[in-house]
């Protein structure tokens, strides 16, 4: 598989989930354990564009599959927009379920504008759905944050929403 | 290993205090780079995997664990049949508050008996986590089972008393309330539940654990890493300053990180046995298991009044839960000592001792289930009599402390509520309950008071100014989130006169000097009281080098007439004076360095004892606390008994405010888990075996984004004058009344009073 954009050529059982793949095996720590279970979103990350819950992945299942990271998000040096606005915003506090909430709100705004609707969306056949801070935390109650740091974190995606920044080119 | 870092944000000069800085630690936290207790590489690393009982008070009759063995990759099956001693949990000694941090007092694996159900049994190291995780799965455990009491509710009747002591009380009285209850022309008499609560930080408690002979290093997620050392150095009976705990980062803690619980102790004796360095995360399951969560709790309020308002009785009565194995009393009636002026009080706190795993701290443990009884009731009084409920509060807002007259080191509810209320939007609501809708949905508002009392502990401190201008502070606090470092920094660097971007702050390592544990919304001020008098004690040294020199423009000046600023010490009378580094240059020196407590096992002693006097003192002067007015605006479905949380408002007295961007943080923090408690949370144990039936994060239910709307937070910024740099610490206060204002609110859109907590769809249909 690639991983953040380097080939990782791996043995592993094939019991072995993605997130630990990642954590115990490739030494990336940045994505986090929180439940394993899929219940908390701590283990987010991007496979080909779109988010998915790590725990929740046998890795082998992913093999020749692009993995995209926390550390992988920034490009050429260049902070991703979210990570500067996660930080202007404080929109965390202990940091253990940041890495998820940034690539879960990459692959959010990507969904987003792929034209994909939310529970929340009132027009399904709508040509556009605006991204209202409803919308936003609809779409991001995957990603649970115990300090509660939600008001920042929804903020920070509404920033770069706003900016029309390309997220999805930015994280690749 | 030590946490350093800094960054510059700021790019003005001045004054940073009371400025909303961004973190110092924001980049590291937010591209993954920020090292959590499980994420330290170690060449030859074992993972270790937790066993747990599934039957609640019994005897261990065998344990085979053949299969287990045979998994590939296992090194070591270890339980009571084949561990090494260890020493019983220490005896409490209040020279050293590290004795209070005994999780439990099971002895785990040196005993064949099970003290509640899910105690850790067995440990499994493997080489792999998947093979260590097989291998605990196959551990076969029996167990002669015992009798067990494990039912709360159906042991409330035989609560006993809390007994007061120096620290704690238990109980208090003032008048006669029960007979002026029954006088008064309007009363209320209610009782009011609240379920166990979990703290369920983002992170599973973790270890990674090293020895090399009889020295250790430990990476733990902890609140205070002191007592992790201590209770290890006593555990394994070696000396604690060969271990050293290091935890820079802790994944939200909460009061789940306080105490030492089986998986610590547990990772460690499986590196000692192993002679590998080893690493255990719990299971989030495990996390129930092994980690204490708050106590269910039962409360009767009583209140009387005049047809005026004025409260003539006030009575709180509360029972709680603690393990036979540990655990402690909880602090239910703490408020209702100080919000409200009653002419009769009776306050008591009640415990029943069940055959579970000890309670623990958890955010605001006692006010924030106590303002729930409290101040739901209070709301319910003003209806009775007819009175706006912020009204009757501020007819009812004491000048001194109503239990015993004490002075308040500060108050200011009554701006709290003026400030809250327009800002709100109080004028609009109308009283009747169900009276505003909007579309189908029922829309109510509701206020209650925010109280948590203000604490102040231990910090030592050195604080270092080099001779090129930069300041660096190392002390051993905790860093959960809270913006520490961050805080820390802007003291500094206004103690000193110094650019926010010249200081640097260690923390999180017991290397460093002793800090404050990371409890009673105590650190910020603790470490904040201790930095000020290190930089004061810096400045006298560089003065003394300075008014050696003759041609030092502050000769002959004292310290009182100076002014920290832009690098350096200047005459307030003239703009004459130096640079911190024209003074240390000409002087030769490379730094100035001050210390402020004492590490050596003398000093440990004695800041012990100056805490403690200190808090007797200032307990016997004053009443300090942080308190707010928590307004709500909730949408309730009228088929569905869906509540949705529209709107909240915060108005906080919590002094002097040092970083407005990471305190107002802490705050809505607070406010969220309040939340949680109003709606979702409950653990939900099985009164026939005390299992915990919903021990994972699909069935506990914590805030998503979607339960959380935007969150208002204003201060009143004023001082606390017996306070240092006059702050008051917010980790807590934040959830305290939350889960009344909702309750209140709901109350308002429907006309339903639930004071079963939490308020589920099923109790409004």
């Avoid at chain 2, 041609?551 to 832009?566: E, I, M, N, T, V």
Wanted: aromatic share 4%.
């Amino acid at each position: 598989m690639r991983v953040n954009g380097a080939v990782q050529s791996l043995e592993v059982e094939p019991r072995v989930s993605l997130l630990d793949v990642l954590r115990e095996h490739l030494g990336l720590t940045g994505t986090k354990k929180g439940c394993n279970q899929g219940a908390c979103g701590a283990c987010t990350v991007l496979v080909d564009g779109e988010r998915i819950n790590s725990c929740l992945a046998l890795a082998v299942q992913y093999a020749g599959r692009e993995i995209t990271t926390i550390e992988g998000v920034a490009t050429g040096g260049q902070a991703h927009p979210l990570q500067e606005a996660f930080i202007r915003n404080d929109g965390f506090q202990c940091g253990y379920c940041t890495s998820g909430q940034i690539c879960s709100a990459i692959g959010m705004l990507a969904e987003h504008r792929a034209g994909a609707p939310s529970a929340v969306t009132e027009h399904l056949a709508a040509e556009a759905v605006e991204l209202s801070g409803a919308e936003i935390r609809e779409r991001m109650s995957g990603n649970l944050c115990r300090c509660g740091a939600y008001n920042g974190i929804v903020e920070s995606i509404q920033d770069v929403a706003a900016g029309h920044a390309d997220v999805l080119a930015a994280a690749r | 290993m030590t946490q350093v870092e800094n960054r510059p944000r700021t790019g003005t000069s001045g004054p940073v205090v009371g400025r909303p800085i961004d973190r110092v630690d924001g980049v590291a936290k937010t591209t993954g780079a920020a090292r959590y207790s499980a994420e330290y590489p170690y060449a030859d690393i074992a993972h270790a995997a937790l066993v747990h009982a599934n039957v609640t008070r019994a005897r261990i009759t065998a344990v085979d664990t053949a299969a287990a063995s045979a998994v590939r990759g296992v090194l070591a099956v270890i339980t009571h049949l084949n561990a090494p001693p260890m020493k019983p949990a220490r005896p409490v000694n209040l020279v050293n508050l590290s004795t209070l941090a005994s999780g439990s007092s099971v002895n785990y694996l040196n005993t064949d008996e099970v003290h509640w159900n899910g105690q850790p049994v067995a440990v499994v190291v493997a080489e792999t986590l998947d093979a260590a995780e097989e291998a605990a799965a196959l551990v076969a455990v029996s167990y002669e089972e015992l009798p067990a009491t494990v039912d709360f509710g159906a042991q409330e009747p035989h609560a006993t008393p809390q007994k007061s002591t120096a620290i704690s009380s238990g109980g208090a009285t003032k008048g006669d309330a029960e007979a002026a209850l029954a006088a008064a022309p309007v009363s209320v008499d209610l009782r009011f539940t609240t379920p166990g609560h979990h703290h369920n930080a983002l992170e599973p408690h973790a270890t990674t654990a090293a020895w090399d002979g009889d020295r250790l290093v430990v990476h733990e997620g902890a609140q205070n890493v002191a007592w992790v050392r201590d209770q290890l150095a006593w555990k394994f009976d070696v000396p604690p300053a060969g271990i050293r705990v290091i935890a820079p980062y802790v994944g939200g803690a909460f009061g789940g990180k306080t105490m030492i619980w089986p998986g610590t102790i547990l990772t460690v004796l499986a590196a000692r046995v192993t002679g590998r360095p080893v690493r255990m995360m719990l299971t989030r399951e495990g996390v129930y298991r092994a980690v204490g969560g708050r106590t269910p709790s039962t409360q009767r309020v009583a209140l009387g009044a005049d047809a005026d308002g004025s409260m003539t009785a006030l009575i709180h009565t509360s029972v709680t839960q603690i393990g036979r194995v540990g655990g402690g009393p909880e602090q239910v009636t703490s408020q209702s000592r100080h919000l409200y002026d009653a002419e009769n009080i009776l306050v008591q706190q009640n415990q029943v001792t069940l055959d579970a795993l000890s309670n623990t701290a958890m955010r605001a443990p006692g006010e924030s289930i106590g303002t729930f009884a409290l101040e739901a009731a209070v709301d319910e009084l003003a209806y009775e009599l007819g009175i706006d409920p912020i009204e009757l509060r501020m007819r009812n807002e004491p000048a001194r402390n109503p239990i015993d007259g004490k002075r308040f080191a500060h108050r200011a509810l009554r701006e709290a509520y003026a400030r809250g209320a327009e800002l709100f939007g109080w004028s609009d609501r109308t009283p009747q309950p169900g009276s505003m809708r909007d579309g189908r949905w029922l829309v109510g508002m509701g206020v209650a008071s925010a109280y948590h009392p203000s604490w102040q502990f231990q910090a030592n401190v050195t604080v270092r100014l080099a001779a090129d201008g930069t300041v660096l502070v190392r002390c051993g606090f905790h860093e959960m989130g809270m913006g520490g470092a961050t805080a820390q920094a802007q003291i500094a660097a206004d103690a000193l006169g110094v650019p926010f971007e010249s200081v640097r702050v260690e923390y999180g390592d017991t290397t460093l000097p002793t800090g404050p544990g990371a409890g009673g919304s105590g650190q910020t001020a603790s470490v904040a009281a201790s930095v000020v008098a290190a930089c004061e004690k810096v400045q006298r040294t560089v003065l003394a080098l300075a008014t050696g020199s003759k041609d030092s423009p502050l000769r002959g000046q004292r310290l009182a007439d100076l002014r920290a600023r832009d690098g350096g010490l200047y005459r307030t009378d003239d703009t004459r004076g130096e640079s911190y580094a024209a003074i240390l240059g000409r002087a030769g020196r490379v730094s100035v360095d001050a210390a402020v407590g004492s590490d050596t096992r003398l000093g440990g002693i004695v800041g012990q004892m100056r805490f403690l006097s200190k808090f007797l003192l200032d307990n016997r002067r004053w009443v300090k606390a942080a308190s707010g007015a928590q307004f709500c605006e909730v949408r309730v479905d009228p088929d569905t008994g869906e509540v949705r949380v529209s709107r909240w408002l915060g108005v906080f007295d919590v002094g002097t405010v040092i970083n407005a961007k990471t305190a107002s943080s802490q705050l809505r923090g607070g406010i969220v888990m309040g939340l949680g408690m109003a709606l979702g949370e409950e653990t939900l144990v099985d009164p026939r075996t005390g299992r915990i039936m919903n021990a994972n994060l699909s069935d506990y239910h914590v805030p998503v984004h979607a339960d959380v709307p935007p969150i208002e937070v204003h201060y009143l910024d004023e001082p606390d004058p017996t306070m240092p740099l006059g702050l008051i610490g917010v980790g807590e206060v934040g959830i305290t009344g939350v889960a009344a204002a909702v309750a209140n609110a709901v109350h308002h859109a429907t006309g339903r009073r639930v004071r079963d907590l939490p308020i589920t769809l099923d109790k409004l249909l």
